[in-house]
């Protein structure tokens, strides 16, 4: 699994520096799996008597536990180290357009439960509040938690973010004013990071789907919305202002219909589900059904959608020529009849070279991939600074904002 974790700023006081150091030593304990002190240390590079005080203080904390004396290689066989999976959950939660998903996981990411609702995201924001904490609370009720058995709460978003917590009025101005996550916070009283959904894909794609061992890759996500998120440097790049990924908003048509943006043409404006559905007069799953029944209308969309997708990802590989680009959202169940016209008008636009050297791929994470990306983020953070898992109550306001 490729993960790559921020660099942190240098310690300025003995406080932050044990912070730091026992979060090196969990990261590496987590990663590894299993792992002697004498492993620890020589791997971390800290000596034997600071890895013997840290590791004491996370046993004592219930978060790293003794899980089996190795094999000896002459002399005292060890004992292997191993983090306590349940010892906080995590929830991650994807705000659609007009729906709600949930999913519950413990730390080793594993979703254990899912939860899914229809809501007006893009309309009401107060009802998708009040739908929100009504659903973390019943999934954690169905899981046998407590908000107090949580690291916190990952929360992805259907558009950049203008602030930590304001969602950006121009693309859902109905929002303007109101801060999803610090409702969470009042509600749940634990840490709650938000995050642009693509991104989030992104980072799930990451860790645990088609982009495991890739370092630069981009995942594109094609539903109500149309948005991407890149990996480089085995990291989530956001861009100078944070805005990064917005594929969904350049222009393939500039004669194209007008997007809900405000711009004409744009990726969005020809794909998104409400392009297709006032474009057919089809709800977009009846668009799937009758694409898969081969009924002429359906499956002109599917083809069209290809066709304009093709176009977007031709582009993407000639300016950023990511090694595999990942695609998700509703609209890929649609699978070969998207695909064969995305990759023939892809082939017809972008260089060889770079269509040669990059891959092209669905993902293996279905439709969770964006909430299992969420709780992907708060695990990230609680890698980085143990005190999240230990203490998250008191955590909460310092972790408000997503880690660079």
């Known amino acids: 699994m490729f993960v ?8 300025q006081t003995v406080g932050e520096l044990r912070r730091e150091n026992a979060g090196a030593v969990l990261r590496l304990i987590w990663a590894e799996q299993q792992l002697s002190r004498a492993e620890v240390s020589r791997k971390v590079g800290l000596s034997r008597s600071t890895v013997t ?89 169905e899981q046998g938690l407590s908000p107090s058995d949580l690291a916190g709460v990952g929360l992805g978003v259907p558009c950049p973010l203008s602030s930590p917590d304001q969602l950006d009025p121009n693309i859902l101005p109905a929002w303007s004013g109101h801060a999803p996550g610090a409702r969470l916070v009042e509600a749940l009283g634990v840490p709650v990071l938000m995050e642009n959904d693509a991104n989030l894909g992104a980072l799930a794609e990451l860790w645990w789907g088609a ?18 998120g890149h990996i480089i440097g085995g990291r989530v790049y956001r861009g100078g202002g944070g805005i990064a990924g917005e594929i969904g908003h350049t222009t393939i048509d500039i004669h194209g219909p007008p997007c809900r943006c405000g711009l004409n043409g744009c990726l969005e404006a020809l794909v998104g589900r409400q392009s297709l559905e006032q474009r057919t007069g089809m709800s977009l799953q009846q668009i799937l059904d009758g694409a898969a029944l081969r009924e002429p209308a359906a499956l002109e969309a599917i083809t069209e959608a290809g066709t304009a997708l093709g176009i977007a990802v031709a582009n993407l590989l000639n300016l950023l020529n990511p090694a595999r680009v990942i695609l998700g959202g509703t609209l890929t169940r649609a699978g070969d009849l998207l695909l064969e016209p995305m990759r023939l008008s892809l082939a017809q636009r972008a260089l060889f070279t770079s269509v040669a050297r990059s891959k092209v ?44």
């Open 53 to 141: 005080g840290i590791v004491s203080d996370l046993i004592d904390q219930g978060l790293v536990f003794e899980a089996r004396m190795a094999r000896s290689r002459g002399g005292r066989p060890p004992i292997l180290l191993q983090v306590r999976e349940d010892f906080r959950h995590l929830v991650g939660v994807e705000l659609g357009a007009s729906h709600i998903s949930a999913v519950v996981t413990d730390l080793r990411g594993r979703a254990l439960r899912h939860a899914h609702r229809s809501v007006d995201v893009q309309g009401d924001p107060e009802r998708a509040q009040q739908v929100l904490v009504e659903l973390i609370l019943q999934l954690l009720q």
């Open 4 to 11: 790559h974790f921020p660099n942190e700023r240098s310690p």
């Open 211 to 228: 982009g495991q061992g890739v370092g630069d890759f981009s995942y594109i996500k094609v539903a109500t919305g149309v948005g991407a």
């Open 361 to 404: 791929v669905l993902t293996t994470l279905g439709e969770d991939a964006v909430a299992r990306g969420a709780a992907t983020l708060v695990l990230e953070a609680a890698l980085q600074d143990h005190t999240l898992l230990t203490n998250p109550s008191a955590s909460r306001r310092r972790r408000m904002e997503v880690p660079s």
